[in-house]
């Protein structure tokens, strides 16, 4: 019982955390509005808010494989940063770093998708596939392309970029494998000293 208050708590803490940072970080930028960060942020708040509310009323949590696909959508945001230098000024500094080590911490102490691995590995892919969708529809009708989305979708031949899209996908799956794989020893591991 006390770890689900905790988990209630979490929840909505995270969600209203992501969310606020996400507004600070964009508001007044609204050209920018259509970014990986912005677009991910937004749904990952919106993911924790209703995860409290669905456990206030139902008593139970979402999928593992939702809070899973959350964390690994924030750890591309995490690894972009450190590969790339992104902005860590302001509020961008909690999108850029904070927010996916709390979303880790979170997954390490409410998370165990270990019966389900296999399944939940091949959805880390509907945030990419959905970002790069409403992309494609922003581009067709504006013209416009946010960033990162334009280094996929725009300047190339339709080979390229059809290549450039599955190297996305790909890069998804191996970070989602890693992530289970990963997340199966720790797991494991924790579960053998409970039981020892």
Same mark, same amino acid.
């Given at each position: 019982?006390?770890?689900? %208050? ?11 955390? $992501? ?7 964009? +508001?007044?930028?609204?050209g920018?509005?259509g ?8 749904? $990952? ?7 409290? $509310?669905?456990?206030?009323r *139902?008593?139970?949590? +979402? ?7 959350? +964390?690994?959508?924030?750890? %591309? ?15 961008f500094?909690?999108?850029?770093? &904070? ?6 911490a979170?997954?390490? +102490?409410?998370?165990?998708? =270990? *019966? ?21 529809i ?8 946010a960033?990162?989305? *334009? /280094?996929?979708?725009?300047?190339? =031949? &339709?080979?390229?970029?059809?290549? /450039?899209? &599955?190297?996305?996908f790909?890069?998804? /799956? ?11 020893l ?5 579960r ?5």
């Amino acid at each position: 019982m006390k770890k689900d %208050m905790i988990r209630n708590i979490c929840d909505i803490c995270l969600g209203l955390l $992501i969310l606020t940072v996400t507004f600070i970080a964009y +508001f007044g930028h609204w050209g920018e509005l259509g970014e990986y960060c912005c677009v991910s942020g937004i749904t $990952i708040g919106l993911v924790f808010i209703i995860s409290f $509310i669905h456990r206030i009323r *139902s008593g139970r949590s +979402f999928s593992d494989w939702v809070y899973i696909d959350c +964390f690994v959508a924030a750890l %591309m945001i995490f690894i972009a940063t450190l590969l790339l230098g992104l902005n860590l000024n302001g509020a961008f500094i909690f999108i850029h770093i &904070i927010d996916p080590l709390l979303m880790l911490a979170y997954w390490a +102490f409410f998370c165990d998708d =270990s *019966s389900k691995r296999h399944i939940n590995v091949l959805t880390v892919l509907i945030f990419p596939v959905c970002y790069l969708i409403l992309s494609l529809i922003t581009l067709l009708s504006t013209g416009d392309c946010a960033f990162p989305a *334009s /280094l996929v979708l725009t300047g190339h =031949s &339709i080979p390229v970029t059809i290549g /450039l899209v &599955i190297a996305v996908f790909m890069i998804f /799956l191996i970070l989602g494998c890693c992530y289970h794989f990963i997340g199966g020893l720790v797991k494991g591991r924790l579960r053998s000293k409970r039981a020892a």
